[in-house]
């Protein structure tokens, strides 16, 4: 197999190496090491195109391991994860996902073992939980907006300016709106939450979005699309990171951090339980939060580091430096399991469908 193979050549895998079949919807990939080498298996949210560089370059150092990524939905991953390890095989080697309050369920409950992180000294205090869950990312949550459409317009950057300019009698922004289903999206859910702990007028704005026809997705890229074409003029609460990257393409699309507050999420890396070879697993995770694999993942992966002394445009020193203390970063801890409550979700759910069709 040539050197480029090796590297770069995503090939597709059949499921059956591990329990049972992934979901249809799961995409799988593998980069290739060398033969009779280790295997590390990977579950994320993480797109592909973002985890591809972070793949390669940890193969640089470890060219024996072969590597198997499964890009699955959140729910997906804690479901599975759960069910692999309750029963008499073996699941994941790490798991990576930006749902932060599903991550740490898994590692409350007790499917995450601990692992003392040869560059857990380079991580905020509040981003390593017992040593079991590891905030990777450093993603703020942010408004979206079509250029065109607000050229010599006012973009809204706070969140009583956004209700307000939603709640005009003459509001042009009817079926112009987007943000996520949280019905659907594990994310979305999990912004909104965000919001009600430091926002009191969440669901006015959510009434004001409801009026305006508001479309719901439940993934960034379907927002991103339909605003390139201007389908729709605004989105909220989208996930800065791939936002950003998509503008540094894309001269339609703007990006705007809320100065009211700005929530920044943390993808939370764990190594389960049952680990297969839970040893590439800490092997990854080690990569994942030292410099170098810091600096590939803000330089190339498209994503914000976290390192305390990594700098650069997707860091979390050069974010503090812009944004100062609009920031509100979300700790890793128990504290995220608040609207994991069966009771409390269906509450938020129910009360965000009323206020929706203003009921």
Known sequence: M?????????????????????????????FPGRDGGRTLVVYSTTDIEAAR???????????????RYHDIQSQVIYQRIIEESDGPGVTADLAFSSVMDLQMKLANDGYAQPHKADSVDGLPSWANWRNEAFGVTFEPVVIVY?????????????????????SSPHSEFFGKVATYDIE??????????RDQEHYSATWNLVRAMGRNSVKLFSKSAAILDQLSTGNIVLGYNVLGTYAASRAERDPAIGVVLPTDFTVVLSRIALIPRKARSPETGKLFLDYLLS????????????????????????????????????????????????????????????TWEKALTGR
Do not use: C
């Open 184 to 193: 659907r999206s594990g994310f979305g859910f999990f912004a909104l939450a």
């Open 2 to 30: 040539t050197k480029s193979a090796v590297f770069s050549v995503l090939v597709p895998l059949m499921a059956a190496l591990l329990s049972h079949p992934l979901p249809a919807h799961a995409q799988s990939y593998e």
């Open 291 to 350: 410099e170098r694999g810091q600096r590939v993942l803000s330089e190339q992966s498209g994503l914000n580091s976290i390192h305390t002394r990594v700098t650069g445009p997707r860091t979390a020193a050069n974010m503090q430096t812009e944004a100062g203390a609009s920031l509100r970063p979300v700790k890793v801890g128990p504290g995220l399991l608040v609207y994991l409550d069966q009771f409390k979700r269906a509450r938020m759910i129910d």
């Open 53 to 67: 560089p972070l793949i390669e370059d940890f193969r640089k150092l470890w060219a024996d391991i072969t590597v």
């Open 146 to 166: 079509n250029k065109t459409y607000f050229r010599g317009r006012e973009v809204p950057t706070t969140r009583t300016g956004l209700a307000e300019a939603l």
